[in-house]
């Protein structure tokens, strides 16, 4: 098929891509709307030796021990423990089921001693105030001898929902319904183009005249007749 074929076929199907579309891009509006919002708040935390500490040497083995991640993986590990949904869920009176549907997680920024706690929920404040009550919850539990966690940046309620996002959604429905659009398009040509190459075949098979040597009589050559008579013989019967 080349180029030239390609978009005619397009053009005479424009109705069956057009329905395609509209069907794929309406079902994903219809499904976005069924969805409820989810908002994200985030809160950054910093690991670092602790103020109290006076020699430099302590400092030195403090950092040294925080480049080795251990540590401060360990902590972001505390984060999402059990025992600190519990003591979210005391410190806010909320069930502990709705924590495990916040999604509450802790992820160590790369090459740094910086800890991303984020959550979602259908509420923004609720999301905040999960994210906050870990922050503070983690800073009880980090020992103040030798290190001290410090809450960098607070959660905030967010204002814009991460989950769903109508225009991605819609926007891949549109892609989508297009490409089964063309898909169904070229097989309908494909399969009228089979169709009528068979077709064209039969007849031509059921013209083709069977020889003259198969539809005589096989005993006439025995008495010396010619079962093809050439137009001349043909000729002299019919003047006689």
Same mark, same amino acid.
């Given at each position: 098929?080349?180029?030239?074929?390609?978009? %005619?076929?397009?053009?005479? &199907?424009?109705? =069956?891509? @057009?329905?395609? #579309?509209? /069907?794929? +891009?309406?079902?994903?509006?219809?499904?976005?709307?069924?969805?409820?919002?989810?908002?994200?708040?985030?809160?950054?935390?910093?690991?670092?030796?602790?103020?109290?500490?006076?020699?430099?040497?302590?400092?030195?083995?403090?950092?040294?021990?925080?480049?080795?991640?251990?540590?401060?993986?360990?902590?972001?590990?505390?984060?999402?423990?059990?025992?600190?949904?519990?003591?979210?869920?005391?410190?806010?009176?909320?069930?502990?089921?709705?924590?495990?549907?916040?999604?509450?997680?802790?992820?160590?920024?790369?090459?740094?001693?910086?800890?991303?706690? %984020?959550?979602?929920?259908? &509420?923004?404040? =609720?999301? @905040?105030?999960? #994210?906050? /009550?870990? +922050?503070?919850?983690?800073?009880?539990?980090?020992?103040?001898?030798?290190?001290?966690?410090?809450?960098?940046?607070?959660?905030?309620?967010?204002?814009?929902?991460?989950?769903?996002?109508?225009?991605?959604?819609?926007?891949?429905?549109?892609?989508?319904?297009?490409?089964?659009?063309?898909?169904?398009?070229?097989?309908?040509?494909?399969?009228?183009?089979?169709?009528?190459?068979?077709?064209?075949?039969?007849?031509?098979?059921?013209?083709?005249?069977?020889?003259?040597?198969?539809?005589?009589?096989?005993?006439?050559?025995?008495?010396?007749?010619?079962?093809?008579?050439?137009?001349?013989?043909?000729?002299?019967?019919?003047?006689?």
């Amino acid at each position: 098929m080349d180029l030239a074929t390609f978009f %005619r076929v397009l053009l005479r &199907n424009w109705w =069956l891509i @057009a329905l395609s #579309v509209i /069907t794929t +891009a309406g079902s994903a509006a219809w499904v976005v709307s069924r969805q409820s919002p989810r908002y994200a708040a985030t809160a950054q935390v910093w690991l670092r030796p602790s103020e109290s500490l006076q020699e430099p040497r302590q400092v030195v083995d403090v950092f040294m021990a925080l480049d080795k991640r251990t540590m401060i993986n360990t902590i972001a590990r505390m984060a999402t423990s059990t025992s600190m949904m519990e003591h979210v869920s005391r410190s806010l009176g909320i069930l502990p089921i709705v924590i495990e549907e916040s999604e509450l997680t802790a992820v160590v920024l790369p090459d740094t001693n910086l800890i991303d706690i %984020r959550a979602t929920n259908t &509420n923004p404040e =609720l999301a @905040a105030a999960i #994210v906050n /009550t870990v +922050a503070q919850g983690l800073q009880a539990q980090v020992p103040d001898k030798a290190l001290q966690l410090d809450i960098i940046n607070a959660a905030a309620p967010p204002t814009e929902p991460v989950y769903p996002q109508p225009v991605r959604t819609i926007t891949l429905g549109v892609l989508f319904g297009l490409a089964l659009g063309i898909m169904f398009a070229l097989f309908g040509y494909m399969l009228q183009h089979l169709r009528a190459t068979q077709a064209a075949a039969e007849p031509a098979a059921a013209v083709q005249p069977a020889p003259a040597a198969d539809l005589a009589d096989p005993s006439l050559r025995s008495k010396g007749i010619d079962p093809a008579p050439s137009s001349a013989q043909t000729r002299q019967l019919y003047t006689r």
